[in-house]
Structures are given as structure tokens and as C-alpha cells.
């Protein structure tokens, strides 16, 4: 076991191009599940690929434990990653798939059969052992690559959107399964995904990427409650929090005929209003919408509609599921808490 | 569609082509027609040269197997066919062996010039062989590769490389990067890697590959009897000279026209799973 250290890490692929990962300072714990997501293109799969030694490092320095180990190999850096395509060895049952690493290191026959006996036991596939990678389900397959990392019992495990190419009902299956699993063993895990639903739910850690640059790193719970700049508190939370420009007069922005209180921002300056869709409630007064949909969830339901002012901009609110609300109806909410960000490209936090 | 239909689609995907009724009847009726030349050929191969030029005789009246019991005893005979034989499988070997690695390196890794490299080994394949006549003949006299089946054999590399590299890439590109990255996390050095998970799984493409050199290098006429004279002539310059003051023999010439296509048939029978999953694969 093992915490991984980051330190100034940065690729560049093309010299003097921007760089695909820029500076990264970032620790990851000893046990800890930390989940890097992103948009495309935000460098998350490339951190975990200069972890994971296949792509060098231009930059800066990487640990794990004590040992630097950026200019290591692959091999000796003592990590198990696990691909979104599994990349099992097709023509390898799945016992010798499994099995195949420690034979390379040189363990013991009988070791090894011990060793992907617990593994299949511990991840069902006990029955499936000694069949080939084609016979087996997309389910069954992810947890094959999944045991194949847990033989090696390596410091860090590494995962590269392993649930990408499950369908949506297993995925969320697979999601817990992988989360407990890895509370189980207690290993230092590094996971890779661009769904923000499942950072939420698996991570310990959850750190936000963006262009290469490392957005802000937390407890899923404090991302969400207090994102460090507008991107984060668009990108976390489901539907997606209301990000509104405005101008400060008289220590408000007036949206959709409703002066929304912010206590930042001198009067004249430019902001940003964030309002999450579960922060707003009906009421008699307050911003103006306009009902285009209603998605009706049983719990609860979503109105999308649009400002009804000079912007006419989208926005979502949640309200409760008996209300009545229908297209075409115009209602007032009122924020109960709002966050306020800067409005130059970095969007920093106000309050 | 109702559901039924579509569980069916699912199971048997060629059902979903309508099926003539009497297509089974069409494919022997086209078979027949194809395999008339090979049938007369394997029909002249056991009759007398006297009855084959005697006229029109479907059932032959004769049989005789001196055709064949000439071609297996005499050495000019059997020592050409050996020869080919010889040349064809050391050019398959030899082709594949080199084309792998470069096959490797064109789909994985990207260097200064690679496109052009690559597309620059299809244009060794748009001169008529002729071309390289005189150069290969003058080189191989010079260092003396003249008449020896390894001559040939490298000869025919020329053909059979750019075409190896180019089947080979297209199945090696078929293979996810990610095997190859799990194989280095595993610990596996780049040779070990290739020998023991890499080649297993693109054996078939290797097999159709193997194939196609074997035939192309099988079938050359120009260059192999150009370069060559009386130690490792092939068996198609041997079938150009049979016209001897005695006349042609036609029982020969068409028994050494039947063993001359048992090899193809030999290959085929072996890859013919592999050609197929090779059309849905690379690039043959």
C-alpha cells in the first residue's frame, strides 16, 4: 500500500503546443479511491497514463510511496491497470488471462492458482475459469480484467473508464460492485471517467480536470456544496447548476424581473449567478419562467424553461412532483442559496 | 418487425438475405462450369497423348498413368516441382518474418515519413516484374545468387513484402493498443510480448498472408525461370520446355498442369477458415 504523489507533473506532446497535462500537484492517499473526470480532451486519461508509466513525463516528478518513479518502467512501478476495452489476451482462458502477469513475474504454479481462485471467488467468475474471453458477457469480461489486476496485488490500481462499454443498467451495478471491492482490499486506486455521476458516487476524492489544468480536488459532498470556480459547479451535479451572467446593482442581479441578493461583487461588476435547479422553490413572487418542459421523475420533477426577460435564457428548476406545473405556464422561483463567480474565463469563486 | 422475426435475424443472420429456391441447384450448376478446364485437365492427365489428340472423348477409353510415373521418376520433372516448392515456402517464411515487425511499426508507432513509406511499398508493386529482369540477373550472377532457389526466393520478396506489410498492418491495427500497453504493465519485453500474445492472436491474419506469398511466389514465371537455369529451375519453366523433337507430351504436360495446381488446392483447404475471417478483418 502506497499513497501517489504528483509533483508539477506535466506532458507536453507537441513542444511549445499547450500542454495535454500542465503542472499537476495533486496527492492521492494511501487507500484512497481518488476519481479524476473531465470533459474530453481534459487530460485525465493522460495523468493516469504517465502514472501508469506509458506516457513519459515532461515535466515535474511522479511518486508512489517513497520511490520516485517517473522515468521507471511500466513493469517495475508495481500498478495494475484495468482499460476501458479490457484488452484481455483473446486466445487465454480466463484463468491464464488472469494468471498471465504473475507467471512473468516468476511466482509459484501454486501460488498463482491460489491466487485467481480468490480472485474469481471474490468476483463470482469461479464457473467461468476456464473459458475464453469470447464466451463471456460484457459484464463478465470487465470483471475478469478487474481480477486480473487484483492477482498482481499491486500498490495502485489504475482504471481507465472500465464501465464505459457496460450498458447503463450494469454499470450502475458494476459501479457499487467496484466501489466496495475496492474498500475491501484497501488498495490506492486511481479511476478515470467522464461521467460525473459516477465520480460522485465512487470516488473518496473526486479531483476535476479541465484543459490540462487541475480544477480543484475534494470530498464529493464539498464539490458540490462549495465548487471553487464556475466550472466545477457546472460540470458537478445532475441537471446541471444554472450558471447566470448578470451586472451587480445595489448588492443584486436582477433575473427575470427578481433582484437575486449576492453580497459580492461592487455594483457596475460583472458576475456570475449560480443557482442549483434543487436550491429554487415555487413561490408567488420571484424570477420569472417560462415553462417549455416538465420531466416528471415520481419523486420529483424538473421544469426546463426559459427567463422571461431580455435574455430569455434556459434554466432548470426542480420542484415537487404533484404541483401541476405545465408547458406553457409561466411560475416564479426564488433562489435559497446562491453562489457568485467571477466572469472572466477562470470563473473564480466570490462567495 | 415483430419480435419473432428479429430473434431470428439474431440467429441466423444469412436468413435475412432472401434465398432463391433453387440457388443450391445455380451454385453446382456454376461450380460445373468452373471446374471444366481442371476436369479436362485431370481427364488429359491420365489418358495417351495418341487419344488426346485423337479427338472429342469425354469418357476417356484409355487410362494410362505414365504421365505421372514419368513426372514422379525423372529428375528434371520432380527436381523443378521440388524446386518451387523450395522457393515458395523459404519466400513465405522469409516474407512474413520480415513483414511482421515492419507491419508492427506502421500501426503502432508514427516516425518522420511513415504514410509515405507506407503507400511507397504498394508503387514496388506497379512496375511489371520485367523491369527488375536485368538487375536482378546481373546482381545475382555478380554475388552469386544465380540459379538457387534462395535467389528466387528473395526475388520474390520484392512482390511479396510490400503485400505481407500491408495484410499484416491491417490486422495488427485490428488488435487494441491496450494489449499491448496491459503486456508492458505486465511485465513483458517487447520481443517476449510478440512471440508469446501477440502473434497467437493474429494468426489468422498471418495464415492468410502466408498464403497469398506462397501463391503469388508460386504462380511467378518471369523472374524465377529468368534467374535461374538448371539447379533450381521451377516446374512452370520446366511445363515451357517440354516441346522436344519427339513432339509434345500431352499426358505429361497435363499431369505436370495437375501437380502444379495441388499446392493451391493444399493451401486453400487450410486457410479457407482464415481468408474468410480475414475479408471481415484486415485487409486482403
Not at chain 2, 516474407?95 to 511507397?120: I, N
Given at each position: 500500500?502506497?499513497?501517489?504523489?504528483?509533483?508539477?507533473?506535466?506532458?507536453?506532446?507537441?513542444?511549445?503546443?499547450?500542454?495535454?497535462?500542465?503542472?499537476?500537484?495533486?496527492?492521492?492517499?494511501?487507500?484512497?479511491?481518488?476519481?479524476?473526470?473531465?470533459?474530453?480532451?481534459?487530460?485525465?486519461?493522460?495523468?493516469?497514463?504517465m502514472?501508469?508509466?506509458?506516457e513519459?513525463?515532461?515535466?515535474?516528478?511522479?511518486?508512489?510511496?517513497?520511490?520516485?518513479?517517473?522515468?521507471?518502467?511500466?513493469?517495475?512501478?508495481?500498478?495494475?491497470?484495468?482499460?476501458?476495452?479490457?484488452?484481455?489476451?483473446?486466445?487465454?482462458?480466463?484463468?491464464?488471462?488472469?494468471?498471465?502477469?504473475?507467471?512473468?513475474?516468476?511466482?509459484?504454479?501454486?501460488?498463482?492458482r491460489?491466487?485467481?481462485?480468490?480472485?474469481?471467488?471474490l468476483?463470482?467468475?469461479?464457473?467461468?475459469?476456464?473459458?475464453?474471453?469470447?464466451?463471456?458477457?460484457?459484464?463478465?469480461?470487465?470483471?475478469?480484467?478487474?481480477?486480473?489486476?487484483?492477482?498482481?496485488?499491486?500498490?495502485?490500481?489504475?482504471?481507465?473508464?472500465?464501465?464505459?462499454?457496460?450498458?447503463?443498467?450494469?454499470?450502475?451495478?458494476?459501479?457499487?460492485?467496484?466501489?466496495?471491492?475496492?474498500?475491501?482490499?484497501?488498495?490506492?486506486?486511481?479511476?478515470?471517467?467522464?461521467?460525473?455521476?459516477?465520480?460522485?458516487?465512487?470516488?473518496?476524492?473526486?479531483?476535476v480536470?479541465?484543459?490540462?489544468?487541475?480544477?480543484?480536488?475534494?470530498?464529493?459532498?464539498?464539490?458540490?456544496?462549495?465548487?471553487?470556480?464556475?466550472?466545477?459547479?457546472?460540470?458537478i451535479?445532475?441537471?446541471?447548476?444554472?450558471?447566470?451572467?448578470?451586472?451587480?446593482?445595489?448588492?443584486?442581479?436582477?433575473?427575470?424581473?427578481?433582484?437575486?441578493?449576492?453580497?459580492?461583487?461592487?455594483?457596475?461588476?460583472?458576475?456570475?449567478?449560480?443557482?442549483?435547479?434543487?436550491?429554487?422553490?415555487?413561490?408567488?413572487?420571484?424570477?420569472?419562467?417560462?415553462?417549455?418542459?416538465?420531466?416528471?421523475?415520481?419523486?420529483?420533477?424538473y421544469?426546463?424553461?426559459?427567463?422571461?426577460?431580455?435574455?430569455?435564457?434556459?434554466?432548470?428548476?426542480?420542484?415537487a412532483?404533484?404541483?401541476?406545473?405545465?408547458?406553457?405556464?409561466?411560475?416564479?422561483?426564488?433562489?435559497?442559496r446562491?453562489?457568485?463567480?467571477?466572469?472572466?474565463?477562470?470563473?473564480?469563486?466570490?462567495? | 418487425?415483430?419480435?419473432?422475426?428479429?430473434?431470428?435475424?439474431?440467429?441466423?443472420?444469412r436468413?435475412?438475405?432472401?434465398?432463391?429456391?433453387w440457388?443450391?441447384?445455380?451454385?453446382?450448376?456454376?461450380?460445373?462450369?468452373?471446374?471444366?478446364p481442371?476436369?479436362?485437365?485431370?481427364?488429359?492427365?491420365?489418358?495417351p497423348?495418341?487419344?488426346?489428340?485423337?479427338?472429342?472423348?469425354?469418357?476417356?477409353?484409355?487410362?494410362?498413368?505414365?504421365?505421372?510415373?514419368?513426372?514422379?521418376?525423372?529428375?528434371?520433372?520432380?527436381?523443378?516441382?521440388?524446386?518451387?516448392?523450395?522457393?515458395?515456402?523459404?519466400?513465405?517464411?522469409?516474407?512474413?518474418?520480415?513483414?511482421?515487425?515492419?507491419?508492427?511499426?506502421?500501426?503502432?508507432?508514427?516516425?518522420?515519413?511513415?504514410?509515405?513509406?507506407?503507400?511507397?511499398?504498394?508503387?514496388?508493386?506497379?512496375?511489371?516484374?520485367a523491369?527488375?529482369?536485368?538487375?536482378?540477373?546481373?546482381?545475382y550472377?555478380?554475388?552469386?545468387?544465380?540459379?538457387?532457389?534462395?535467389?528466387?526466393?528473395?526475388?520474390?520478396?520484392?512482390?511479396?513484402?510490400?503485400l505481407?506489410?500491408?495484410?499484416?498492418?491491417?490486422?495488427?491495427?485490428?488488435?487494441?493498443?491496450?494489449?499491448?500497453?496491459?503486456a508492458?504493465?505486465?511485465?513483458?519485453?517487447?520481443?517476449?510480448?510478440?512471440?508469446?500474445?501477440?502473434?497467437?492472436?493474429?494468426?489468422?491474419?498471418?495464415?492468410?498472408?502466408?498464403?497469398?506469398?506462397?501463391?503469388?511466389?508460386?504462380?511467378?514465371?518471369?523472374?524465377a525461370?529468368?534467374?535461374t537455369?538448371?539447379?533450381?529451375?521451377?516446374?512452370?519453366?520446366?511445363?515451357?520446355?517440354?516441346?522436344?523433337?519427339?513432339?509434345?507430351?500431352?499426358?505429361?504436360?497435363?499431369?505436370?498442369?495437375?501437380?502444379?495446381?495441388?499446392?493451391?488446392?493444399?493451401?486453400?483447404?487450410?486457410?479457407?477458415?482464415?481468408?474468410?475471417?480475414?475479408?471481415?478483418?484486415?485487409?486482403?
Amino acid at each position: 500500500m502506497a499513497n501517489v504523489i504528483f509533483k508539477n507533473a506535466s506532458r507536453v506532446y507537441t513542444p511549445g503546443a499547450k500542454p495535454a497535462v500542465s503542472e499537476l500537484n495533486l496527492t492521492v492517499n494511501d487507500g484512497e479511491f481518488l476519481v479524476l473526470v473531465g470533459p474530453s480532451g481534459c487530460g485525465k486519461s493522460t495523468t493516469l497514463r504517465m502514472l501508469a508509466g506509458l506516457e513519459p513525463v515532461d515535466g515535474g516528478s511522479i511518486f508512489i510511496g517513497d520511490r520516485d518513479i517517473t522515468g521507471v518502467a511500466p513493469k517495475d512501478r508495481d500498478i495494475a491497470m484495468v482499460f476501458q476495452n479490457y484488452a484481455l489476451y483473446p486466445h487465454m482462458t480466463v484463468a491464464a488471462n488472469m494468471g498471465f502477469a504473475l507467471q512473468i513475474a516468476g511466482v509459484a504454479k501454486d501460488e498463482i492458482r491460489r491466487r485467481v481462485q480468490d480472485a474469481a471467488k471474490l468476483l463470482d467468475l469461479e464457473e467461468y475459469l476456464e473459458r475464453k474471453p469470447k464466451a463471456l458477457s460484457g459484464g463478465q469480461r470487465q470483471r475478469v480484467a478487474m481480477g486480473r489486476a487484483i492477482v498482481r496485488e499491486p500498490q495502485v490500481f489504475l482504471m481507465d473508464e472500465p464501465l464505459s462499454n457496460l450498458d447503463a443498467k450494469l454499470r450502475v451495478q458494476t459501479r457499487t460492485q467496484i466501489a466496495a471491492l475496492q474498500r475491501r482490499l484497501g488498495v490506492t486506486t486511481v479511476y478515470v471517467t467522464h461521467d460525473q455521476v459516477e465520480a460522485m458516487t465512487m470516488g473518496d476524492r473526486v479531483a476535476v480536470l479541465k484543459d490540462g489544468f487541475l480544477q480543484q480536488v475534494d470530498t464529493p459532498r464539498n464539490l458540490y456544496e462549495n465548487p471553487a470556480n464556475a466550472f466545477v459547479a457546472g460540470f458537478i451535479g445532475s441537471p446541471a447548476m444554472n450558471l447566470l451572467e448578470g451586472t451587480v446593482t445595489d448588492g443584486g442581479v436582477v433575473i427575470g424581473g427578481f433582484k437575486v441578493p449576492v453580497e459580492k461583487g461592487t455594483n457596475g461588476s460583472k458576475i456570475i449567478v449560480g443557482m442549483r435547479p434543487e436550491h429554487m422553490d415555487m413561490s408567488s413572487q420571484g424570477i420569472e419562467v417560462k415553462v417549455n418542459l416538465v420531466e416528471e421523475l415520481g419523486s420529483d420533477a424538473y421544469v426546463h424553461g426559459t427567463i422571461a426577460d431580455a435574455s430569455a435564457k434556459d434554466i432548470t428548476v426542480r420542484i415537487a412532483s404533484n404541483s401541476g406545473v405545465k408547458l406553457g405556464d409561466k411560475i416564479f422561483v426564488k433562489p435559497n442559496r446562491v453562489l457568485v463567480f467571477d466572469s472572466d474565463a477562470e470563473g473564480r469563486r466570490l462567495n | 418487425m415483430t419480435s419473432t422475426t428479429t430473434t431470428k435475424g439474431v440467429l441466423s443472420p444469412r436468413k435475412k438475405k432472401a434465398s432463391l429456391p433453387w440457388s443450391g441447384l445455380m451454385f453446382w450448376i456454376i461450380i460445373a462450369i468452373w471446374m471444366i478446364p481442371v476436369a479436362w485437365l485431370v481427364l488429359m492427365s491420365i489418358r495417351p497423348s495418341a487419344d488426346i489428340l485423337a479427338g472429342l472423348e469425354i469418357i476417356p477409353s484409355r487410362i494410362t498413368f505414365d504421365g505421372y510415373i514419368t513426372f514422379l521418376s525423372k529428375d528434371i520433372w520432380y527436381g523443378a516441382y521440388l524446386n518451387s516448392l523450395t522457393y515458395s515456402t523459404l519466400n513465405t517464411v522469409m516474407s512474413v518474418t520480415v513483414a511482421l515487425p515492419a507491419a508492427y511499426a506502421f500501426s503502432r508507432f508514427s516516425f518522420a515519413g511513415d504514410k509515405h513509406l507506407f503507400f511507397w511499398l504498394l508503387t514496388n508493386r506497379m512496375a511489371p516484374a520485367a523491369v527488375f529482369l536485368l538487375p536482378f540477373f546481373n546482381m545475382y550472377k555478380a554475388v552469386g545468387l544465380f540459379d538457387t532457389n534462395l535467389g528466387v526466393a528473395i526475388a520474390h520478396m520484392l512482390f511479396n513484402v510490400p503485400l505481407a506489410v500491408w495484410i499484416l498492418e491491417g490486422f495488427i491495427s485490428g488488435i487494441p493498443r491496450e494489449v499491448d500497453e496491459t503486456a508492458a504493465i505486465d511485465g513483458y519485453s517487447l520481443p517476449r510480448f510478440f512471440i508469446k500474445i501477440f502473434l497467437p492472436m493474429i494468426r489468422s491474419g498471418i495464415g492468410v498472408t502466408a498464403f497469398f506469398c506462397f501463391m503469388f511466389s508460386w504462380v511467378e514465371l518471369l523472374i524465377a525461370r529468368t534467374i535461374t537455369s538448371t539447379e533450381a529451375k521451377p516446374i512452370s519453366a520446366a511445363m515451357t520446355r517440354t516441346v522436344t523433337s519427339g513432339g509434345l507430351d500431352w499426358t505429361l504436360l497435363s499431369t505436370a498442369g495437375v501437380m502444379t495446381i495441388l499446392p493451391g488446392i493444399l493451401a486453400i483447404w487450410f486457410v479457407r477458415k482464415y481468408i474468410a475471417k480475414g475479408f471481415a478483418l484486415g485487409r486482403v
